[in-house]
Structure formats: structure tokens, C-alpha cells
């Protein structure tokens, strides 16, 4: 079933997946392993698979304002089967929604993951939880349309700081569907383009098209995603844009769509294979709305070794989470880390004070 949305002829699929909790909707879009796989068996270890989760309340203050929006976060699935540790890793903007989120999963109850037949901690988990109001279209309303319209002319026009104010008070503004929230980061995004602001552009789109880009049709989905692999390349986020491309490449609709693009990807995985160092540069964000989470940096390595240099700013810690272990340690410069493979697919996570940069160095095998 689909709606049009107005004269932006925009088409929005209506949600497939809704779970009722005291009058309204929510959405649960996955774990990185417990759902994708779902509890697969292994040759030495299983996956944790979910035996309740429980829906999140939808906050007083969005439900008044009709706001709609979503949360994707990480978490640790212990030895028996208790969630901690959630972190949330992105949001549609609302602290409000963040703070539920993250109350929601805590309550989770999964049968755990196990190791050689031992129950173990699973810790590369993610999950994206969307709150949408019970009989709400996912649609946008004309005086949407309208006022998007208006935007991008101011846009086109080049009165940029005009259309960054009327963004953000369209952000602000009530009744706004997740349809018309990713549809409004899509419009950040060719703001921040037209500002030559890369990494505002790529944390904009990659906001738009949230869970595989469900609330987008399949064609605008298709160009945003496009984009973001191209900006990572250029910013150097290596290891976003083989996900991305992976994904692209799997919605080709004739041979060689992405060819040009293609032979980027084969340049970084032959600097992957070789024996130099791949050098990221980091910094704790500073844009996180939840005023009681901590900045943090996050990111999935293409190699198993791993160096932090360069230092400016106060980092605290280091976590590494991987499928079956997971490893909490303090911030050494100049030191190697080696993630053994029997440890499964990992995320590395840094946190410090807002503003903290360095560089995180992906050494080769043979270092």
C-alpha cells in the first residue's frame, strides 16, 4: 500500500512492521547479528536470540506535538540474557525519543549467546527503534510541501542562512511524521552541500535514509545512498563506504550501474590487502543531543590491529565489542592492539570530552 504525498510526487510505503503499546505505534528494525542472523548456529558459537522486547512508551512531549522519529542504538546482551550498556549511536534529533529508547531496551530479555557451549556476552548488537503515532499517515501535509518548497528555493537562490533558520524551525515545529523527517534531513543535507560542508552533508543523509530507507521511495533511496558512498571516499570513512557499497551493489537494476564508482571500492580494498597503515581521522562529536550521554567516537575496522596517535583533547576510555567478547580499556598513544578473529565482527568505541580528536591508525598484518 503506498500514499502520495502530495505535489513533491513523493511516494512513501506504509510501515510493515508495528507493534501496538497503549495506543500508538512503534517500529523495531533489527540487531547488527541477533536479528540479521537470528540465533544462526555457528561451528563453535550461537547468537543471543530476543525472548521479550518490550515496546518503548512514546514521551508525553512528542506525543502532544504529534513528532514522530526514531533512535538507533548499541548494546551488550550478558550471560543471561539482560541488556546493558545501551549507547545510542544516532538519532532523528529528539532527546526525548533517545531517553525512551534507551529506558526500552534495558528491559530486554534475550536466551544468551554461547561460546563452545558457554553462555557469553554479546556485544556487537544494534538496533533502531521508531516512534510513529497509531493511524498517523506517512505522508507529508501540504503546508509540509509547501514550506519544503519555499526552503529550496531559498537554497537555489543562495540565501543559505535563511533556509539553515527555517530548518531548524521546521525541526521544531509539530505534527512532523518520520516520512517528513527524513524528507527534512534530505533538505539538510543539500543545505550543507550547498555550504561545502561534507561531513554535515554525509551525517545528513545518512539520517535520511535510516533503516535501509524506509521512509523514502526506492529511487531517492538509491541516489542518497549513492552519495554517501562517494562522500566517504572523499572524507575518508573507508570503512562506511564498503558497507555502503555493498548495499548499493545489491540494488543495481542493470550491469555496471555503479561501474565508475566500483573502481574506487577495488583501490580500497587493494590498500586493505596491502601492507600499508590506514590512517582515519577522528573526533569526538559534539552534536549529541542527550545531555547526559558522553562524546563518543565510533567505528567498525576494515583490519584486526589497531594504533591511537596523535592525541589532542581528553579521551577516557577504549571499548572493543565484538560478537562474543568485549574489552574496556584505558587510552594508550602509540600502543598496538590486536583483535583475535575468534572474537567475531567488532565496533571500537572511544569516548573523551566533546571536541577530542586523533588519529586512529589501522596497521597490517604483519606489524
Known amino acids: 500500500m503506498e500514499q ?14 508495528l507493534v501496538i503499546c497503549m495506543g500508538l505505534n512503534w517500529v523495531f528494525s533489527g ?23 518490550s515496546a518503548p512508551t512514546f514521551p508525553l512531549f512528542e506525543q502532544k506535538r504529534a513528532h514522530q522519529g526514531w533512535v538507533e542504538l548499541s548494546y551488550v546482551v550478558t550471560v543471561d540474557g539482560a ?3 545501551p549507547i ?6 529528539s532527546r526525548h525519543f533517545e531517553k525512551a529508547a534507551r529506558r526500552a531496551v534495558t528491559k530486554w530479555k534475550f536466551k544468551p549467546a554461547t561460546w563452545m557451549g558457554e553462555p557469553v556476552e554479546q556485544c556487537h548488537n ?23 518548497k519555499k526552503i529550496d528555493k531559498e537554497i537555489e537562490r543562495g540565501n543559505l542562512e535563511n533556509a539553515k533558520d527555517q530548518i531548524g524551525a521546521m525541526f521544531q515545529s509539530s505534527q512532523l511524521t518520520v516520512y517528513e523527517v527524513a524528507r527534512l534531513w534530505l533538505l539538510n543535507g543539500e543545505l550543507a ?10 551525517s545528513s543523509y545518512r539520517k535520511a535514509i535510516v533503516a535501509s530507507g524506509q521512509w523514502l521511495e526506492d529511487g531517492v533511496y ?47 580494498e587493494d590498500q586493505i590487502a596491502s601492507d600499508k597503515i590506514i590512517a582515519v581521522q577522528a573526533s569526538l562529536r559534539a552534536d549529541r543531543q542527550c545531555e547526559d550521554c558522553s562524546a563518543d567516537w565510533q567505528y567498525r575496522p576494515m583490519r584486526r590491529k ?49 571536541g577530542a580528536s586523533f588519529s586512529f591508525l589501522e596497521l597490517p598484518d604483519s606489524a
Not at 4 to 17: E, Y
Not at 31 to 53: P, S, V
Not at 88 to 93: A, V
Not at 246 to 256: A, D, H, I, Q, Y
Open 4 to 17: 502520495k504525498v502530495g505535489s513533491l510526487g513523493i511516494q512513501c510505503p506504509l510501515l510493515a512492521v
Open 31 to 53: 540487531t547488527a547479528h541477533a536479528q540479521e542472523e537470528y540465533a544462526k548456529d555457528l561451528q563453535r558459537g550461537t547468537y543471543a536470540r530476543a525472548i521479550e522486547l
Open 83 to 85: 541488556v546493558i550498556d
Open 88 to 93: 545510542i549511536q544516532d538519532s532523528s534529533g
Open 126 to 148: 544494534k538496533v533502531i527503534v521508531s516512534f510513529a503515532m497509531e493511524d498517523t499517515p506517512l505522508g507529508a501535509s501540504r503546508r509540509f510541501v509547501s514550506r519544503y
Open 193 to 202: 552541500k550547498a555550504m561545502d560542508d561534507k561531513s554535515t552533508q554525509l
Open 222 to 268: 538509491v541516489s542518497v545512498l549513492q552519495s554517501i558512498v562517494i562522500l566517504e571516499l572523499k572524507l575518508g570513512k573507508y570503512s562506511s563506504a564498503l558497507r555502503n557499497f555493498e548495499k548499493l551493489s545489491k540494488l543495481s537494476t542493470e550491469p555496471g550501474q555503479f561501474s565508475k564508482l566500483s573502481k574506487y571500492i577495488v583501490s580500497v
Open 306 to 354: 589497531f594504533s591511537i596517535t596523535n592525541i589532542k583533547g581528553n579521551l577516557s576510555s577504549l571499548e572493543i565489542r565484538c560478537d562474543w567478547r568485549r574489552v574496556v580499556d584505558t587510552i594508550k598513544e602509540d600502543v598496538d592492539w590486536a583483535i583475535p578473529e575468534s572474537w567475531g565482527k567488532c565496533s571500537i568505541m572511544v569516548f573523551g570530552e566533546k
